[in-house]
């Protein structure tokens, strides 16, 4: 299970591109975090450009009007899942929806199962972490 | 103490019925984790259909447009809370807001009471978990 | 390193006032959780009035439709940069750019440095919290 917040500049893609950007990120998810394909948990968001800052944390990216700032919460994930996560989060956006490398930053926060209903106000995955 | 992301389709309730269901939301909060009224974060954001993506977990949910995300920031509750509140929100978004209980996820992420500031630069509950 | 929304209402700032706040609010997080310069990431958004919804948590504060809330995530940091970060926010955001210290309110969530990726998806500062 994950939550997942995709912010980008309004204008940048069409509405088809902005799906196919988030369907490749939720695809990541399915394969590096082990959930089922029907835990698809999305909110994008669209800014002007002005409200989305970004700097290049001394590491020399070429930040453009592209960007994608992911925020992911998800219950407890291994670091080696959150590396798999990130490696292959900048290799598909890059494949599939031709972003650059450059303009990927992504976070992680953790809870755990018992933080989660998913629809009439139960708790379905308290021991699994799906 | 709580910050609540109350995220929903745009268009689907008038301004009126959105700040129902946001009070309703701030009500079962002030029940189950023990709040004063006053302790009151809410930020509600309105988008289009396409930026609301939302599966089923596989639980058979049938989801609409009419579709709520609930991402609660709050310092260390209980299990017990965190259950009891999941079950009422559902329960009272129902009852006074017309909700469909298949309509409804919730998130929760804890910190602790030393992460607020409500005004002032000053921690004012750092004991205490409001 | 820090990803930081900062939640306003709209039609209040100029777009000029909007950026020099967020600049404020860069510049303290530099100062108070030594963090570089280059390590912004900040996302604004503006909000009609009635989906800002502040309450004063008993503190007497008067807020009014300036109020800015600031969610900060960041890897580990201690209890006295967070006194800090949060005392000199509500100063500087006064000197600076004339926000009344009864209209800010801050609430910060941890996570590690094994949590972000700024590109390449690479993780680049796992060890160090920068």
Redesign the interface.
Known sequence: ?T?VRI?LVAGRRS?TQ??AL?DVA?KVLVDTFDI????????????SP??????????C?DRTEDIV?I?V?APEVS?HQ??AM??????KLYDSAGLS???????????TG?????????????EKH?
Not at 50 to 59: A, C, I, K, R
Not at 101 to 111: A, G, K, T
Not at 114 to 126: C, E, I, N
């Open positions: 299970m939550l912010d509405p902005v799906r988030a939720h089922p394909v029907s835990h698809r948990y999305q909110i994008v968001t669209e800014h002005e409200h989305l800052l970004v700097g290049d944390s001394n590491l990216f700032v925020h919460v670091v959150k590396q990130f490696r292959r989060m900048a290799q490398q450059d303009d990927l930053v992504i976070s992680v926060v953790e809870n018992a933080d989660w209903s998913f629809g009439h106000g139960v708790v379905q995955f308290s799906l």
